[in-house]
């Protein structure tokens, strides 16, 4: 079964993509290693150029929470290599791609901050200087933001005010993070631990630390990592998307058992000229899985399981021409 590690944010939040657009297995893409330099530090990634030509464009990828890396692998979950395979599906499409180790992750653990020091924002800051580097670069003509899970949320308040083309959110929520977590805990927790989750989160939400932690909660509201969580509660996506001027694609799959289908439906409310991909049988490492315990665990660990089918081609349709839902008709003139 999938731990309480697995399914609560901050601390999970796979970014998970594989397969390759249909017809592009020829294809050799280059990869290049690419270094930001930050104040507290240097973050490392890798720049994928697809197989000859110019790239039409530069997505770059924002992992979900917890220990996920550059590639998509978190270790309390298993490696798939989500990520990395997302940049090669996105090569073949004649798309470069950015993905990046975070602050205290892999190759960027130089930049970490000391875990009580450490914010939502520092995160939203890095994804925006990134995004700064590669408009500065003069190698790619637009650059495009896309975030899983947390990182959703991350690249929608970076796009805010970064010069990016698009933003694709692929199985972002639309609750806040004190939602989520009342949400993903209800049906998990004991009584005595439900009312001590309730406390910990009504004191979380009014920006108050507590040490009054349960050891069975310790791994969610350590105290040292409560000051994210109050960085991370005021914002709400439904309400941060519709902030967006730049064309929206939503993704989601039916078979996610992190993130439901309704929270895409109100993620589009909030934005009604978004463009949205609802995938039958995609989970939220969106890859196609049934609503299997079991199957569902075993997708967060193997790499060689591919993206759903549909996904590459639904992100390529979107970057080659953004969609938007249509005006609705007029209503009839009374008689």
Not at 49 to 75: C, E, F, M, Q
Not at 213 to 230: F, T
Request: charged content about 15%; overall charge neutral.
């Amino acid at each position: 079964m999938i731990s309480m590690n697995q399914l609560a944010a901050p601390f999970v939040a796979l970014s998970v993509l594989a397969g390759l657009v249909p017809g592009t297995a020829a294809a050799v893409p280059q990869e290049e290693a690419i270094a930001l330099r930050t104040p507290s530090g240097t973050l490392n990634g890798t720049l994928r150029l697809p197989a000859g030509g110019k790239p039409v464009g530069v997505v770059l990828i924002i992992a979900g929470s917890g220990p996920t890396d550059r590639d998509g692998n978190n270790a309390l979950a298993g490696r798939n290599d989500s990520l990395k395979l997302l940049a090669e599906a996105l090569a073949g499409a004649g798309y470069a791609s950015v993905r990046y180790d975070k602050r205290g992750i892999g190759q960027s653990s130089g930049a970490g901050v000391d875990e009580a020091a450490l914010r939502l924002e520092m995160y939203v800051d890095d994804a925006a200087a990134w995004v700064s580097k590669l408009n500065g670069s003069g190698r790619f003509p637009a650059v495009v933001i896309a975030g899983h899970s947390e990182g959703s949320l991350i690249g929608m308040l970076a796009a805010q005010r970064a010069n990016v083309a698009s933003f694709i959110s692929l199985a972002g929520s639309a609750d806040g993070l004190g939602t989520l977590l009342r949400k993903q805990l209800a049906s998990q927790l004991p009584p005595a631990l439900a009312a001590d989750n309730e406390r910990i989160l009504q004191a979380i939400e009014r920006g108050v630390t507590t040490d009054a932690v349960p050891a069975p909660l310790q791994a969610l509201y350590r105290p040292s990592v409560q000051p994210y969580l109050i960085s991370s509660v005021r914002y709400v996506p439904a309400r941060e998307i519709g902030k967006l001027k730049v064309p929206v694609l939503l993704v989601q799959g039916t078979t996610d058992l992190q993130v439901g289908v309704e929270q895409v439906r109100a993620l589009q409310a909030a934005k009604p000229d978004a463009c949205l991909a609802l995938l039958p049988g995609m989970n939220h490492v969106l890859k196609e899985v049934p609503a299997d315990l079991a199957a569902q665990q075993r997708s967060y660990g193997d790499p060689a399981l591919p993206l759903h089918q549909a996904l590459p081609a639904a992100i390529e349709r979107f970057l080659r021409k953004p969609c938007a839902v249509p005006a609705a008709p007029a209503p009839a003139e009374a008689s």
